[in-house]
């Protein structure tokens, strides 16, 4: 009987991270500090970040060891499966082989304890009592609040007001795991208190939350600040997931054609497609397609130069694709999403063509979620269900030209706490939201920071 799933054993998971930094075509642009312009040092990142996580910001090694003590946790759920999505295929009537890696078997539901665990690790090291944060869907804010459990350390997360009214069970996870949990804006730092006087009934988002946890963090001496996607560090952590893939998909004796990810900040993306990279810069057949919503088009619709990580304008500069670190997007229900940033690395991939991105509305997202639902089973995360549409899609090109293309996407976590937006969906309340090109995003990125690198 052909098997549904290809498992690794305990014994057979990665023992190294993948650094793509070595392997990139051209070499990294720095980040600059907000006040001079100038390429930031470690000692401006030491306020914030403990010394290993600075280290491997930007280390040049390709290989860098996991510890036994995160390897240990990660074995609580890792090696995750990777699934052939045979009844998917079939419903598709499609000649492509489907599969898809399962990253929703975490504890937290997603990718993201891949480096909420060696984040807290390495700050309990360096002797941090306390992790502050920001959540957006709530899905970070659960990791990390699970992987300071582990390590008996303190966290604060600042959660995006819109996702902390509409996601109210991720909180009470977030407090099962012993997390302080805030809807940001809040009076609790100046960054929010700023933010509130000029709009007090803003829905917050990413940009702003980011800033109350990072100001929380330099404010005090035990606290650390800890990113749940976007830095360099984070891709690195997630590795593990493509570095698995690829064993999985050798020991099905699959090439992959295509290989798809959902993109908020960058992270399930890059960690799932780095470890291929390699292999297309030596000229195998290979694409990566990063999806994105219509709402929040960064890849797709921003720009590529220097802009803050945050709203307040407190993160170092970093050269990616941006809509404007004032651009607020609405509400959709990919609150995971909703960044107007994204990783410097991945967005040098597709600034150099090396990756490709796309974007879809809510609707037709969430109708591949269904169908997925249906055949496979799982309820994937609202954020997932970008790269299960795109794989859809990918299959129906498939359909029409008769190609039997090997399609991977990452199932970055399932939507088990996202049951209001699909209600929203089968009662057909759900928006599609194509940004005016000239009304919202021209107006972002006017406010881009005046920096000529
Ligand atoms: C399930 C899931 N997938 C994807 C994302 C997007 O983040 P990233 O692009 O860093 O993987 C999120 C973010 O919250 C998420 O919860």
Redesign the pocket.
């Known amino acids: 009987m052909d098997s549904y799933k290809i498992h690794l054993s305990e014994a057979e998971m990665p023992q190294e991270w993948y650094n793509i930094i070595p392997d990139l075509p051209s070499p990294m642009p720095p980040y600059l500090h907000p006040a001079t312009g100038l390429p930031i040092t470690p000692a401006d990142l030491a306020a914030i970040f403990p010394p290993a996580l600075i280290e491997q910001e930007v280390s040049p090694e390709r290989w860098i060891p996991i510890p036994d003590e995160v390897r240990r946790i990660y074995q609580l759920w890792r090696p995750s499966p990777l699934h052939r999505a045979y009844n998917l295929e079939k419903a598709l009537k499609t000649p492509a082989r489907i599969y898809y890696k399962n990253e929703s078997v975490s504890p937290a539901g997603?990718?993201?304890p891949n480096t909420a665990v060696p984040q807290a690790y390495y700050n309990k090291a360096a002797g941090i009592k306390r992790l502050a944060t920001e959540t957006?869907?709530g899905?970070?804010g659960c990791a990390l609040s699970l992987a300071c459990n582990f390590f008996a350390m303190e966290c604060t997360v600042y959660m995006v007001k819109v996702s902390y009214h509409q996601k109210p069970y991720r909180r009470s996870l977030m407090h099962i795991w012993g997390a302080s949990v805030y809807p940001s804006p809040t009076d609790r730092t100046q960054a929010g208190r700023n933010i509130l006087a000029a709009d007090p009934e803003t829905s917050g988002s990413l940009g702003m939350a980011i800033s109350e946890a990072v100001e929380d963090a330099a404010t005090h001496e035990d606290t650390n600040y800890a990113l749940?996607?976007?830095l360099n560090h984070v891709m690195l952590h997630q590795t593990i997931v493509g570095l698995e893939t690829k064993k999985q998909l050798a020991l099905a004796g699959e090439t992959p054609d295509v290989l798809i990810g959902?993109?908020?900040?960058?992270?399930?993306?890059a960690g799932f497609c780095f470890p291929f990279v390699p292999d297309k810069l030596k000229g195998q057949d290979i694409r990566f397609v990063a999806v994105e919503p219509t709402a929040c088009p960064t890849l797709t619709k921003g720009a590529y130069t220097y802009d803050f990580g945050d709203t307040a304008g407190l993160t170092p500069l970093i050269l990616m694709y941006t809509l404007g670190h004032s651009f607020v997007p609405s509400g959709i229900h990919a609150?995971?999403?909703r960044y107007h940033g994204d990783a410097p690395l991945l967005c040098q991939l597709v600034h150099e063509k090396v990756i490709e991105a796309r974007a879809y509305a809510q609707n037709p997202v969430f109708e591949a979620a269904r169908l997925f639902a249906v055949t496979e089973g799982i309820i994937p995360?609202p954020?997932?269900a970008h790269a299960v549409r795109a794989a859809v899609d990918e299959a129906l090109v498939c359909k029409d030209t008769g190609q039997a293309k090997c399609i991977v996407f990452n199932l970055?976590?399932h939507g088990h706490f996202d049951l209001a937006a699909y209600d929203a969906f089968l009662e057909g309340q759900l928006k599609d939201i194509e940004l005016d090109p000239d009304e919202n995003i021209k107006k972002a990125l006017a406010n881009l920071p005046k920096i000529n690198p």
Request: net charge neutral; hydrophobic share 25%; with cysteine.
């Open positions: 997603s990718h993201k957006g869907a899905q970070w749940g996607s976007v959902c993109v908020g900040g960058g992270s399930n993306f609150g995971g999403l995360a954020e997932t970055s976590g």
